[in-house]
């Protein structure tokens, strides 16, 4: 079973800055990889798949990276409605995992 | 609009037994692999069980393997869960959700249907 390991558990940032969330999984995923954001009483939404690809209507200050066993979902600027947990997946085994999850809170 | 549907949790005692459904509309049901993802409270979601979209193929999480079954009626436009055997750590909000038909990943989701285990 493939392990997804997400940092930090906790992300304290004020609107307008930058978050950096990582993920890292125990054994090469390629870049099947997903992101998802879920809010309080919301099922997970999709954000980014294949590592890197916007899903339909994300906006351009959401981006993610990486391949392999290391990857990362960035949001340059903070809005309001980006605070949430975070959780990767990967989709490359025969049992999907999911990571963690990273909690951006308001600082 | 793509939507999922889910229903029939509950308050159930270990060792009982919920039938899951999931109502699909939006889409055409019978071209897609449909999931069954559950999380549990502070939790993340961890993946439960999934069939193929012609109903060939299931598999299974190795925690629910032998106690729950996957099905769907194409038909109808349905999927379910039946879940047998239930214990303490099944509770939990159990997700319908659809694999993208271009990838793996899940690009839509119930609002999920809670599943409680307690004596």
């Known amino acids: 079973e493939i392990v997804l390991t997400q940092s930090p558990g906790t992300l304290s940032l004020s609107p307008g800055e930058r978050a950096t969330l990582s993920c890292r999984a125990s054994q090469s995923v390629t870049g099947k990889l997903a992101w998802y954001q879920q809010k309080p009483g919301q099922a997970p939404r999709l954000l980014i798949h294949d590592a890197s690809s916007r899903a339909t209507g994300i906006p351009d200050r959401i981006s993610g990276s990486g391949s392999g066993t290391d990857f990362t979902l960035t949001i340059s600027r903070l809005e309001p409605e980006d605070f949430a947990v975070y959780y990767c997946q990967e989709y490359t085994s025969s049992a999907w995992t999911f990571g963690q999850g990273t909690n951006v809170e308001i600082k | 609009e793509v939507q999922l549907v889910e229903s029939g949790g509950g308050l159930v005692q270990p060792g009982g037994s919920l039938r899951l459904s999931c109502a699909a509309s939006g889409f055409t049901f019978s071209s897609y692999w449909m999931h069954w993802v559950r999380q549990a409270p502070g939790k993340g979601p961890v993946w439960v069980s999934r069939?193929?979209?012609?109903?060939?193929?299931?598999s299974y999480a190795d925690s629910v393997k032998g106690r729950f079954t996957i099905s769907r009626d194409n038909a109808k436009n349905r999927l379910y869960l039946q879940m047998n055997s239930l214990r303490d750590e099944d509770t939990a909000l159990y997700y319908c959700a659809r694999r993208s038909g271009s990838g793996g990943f899940y690009d839509t989701w119930g609002q999920g249907t809670l599943v409680t285990v307690s004596s």
């Open positions: 069939m193929y979209n012609d109903e060939s193929s299931a």
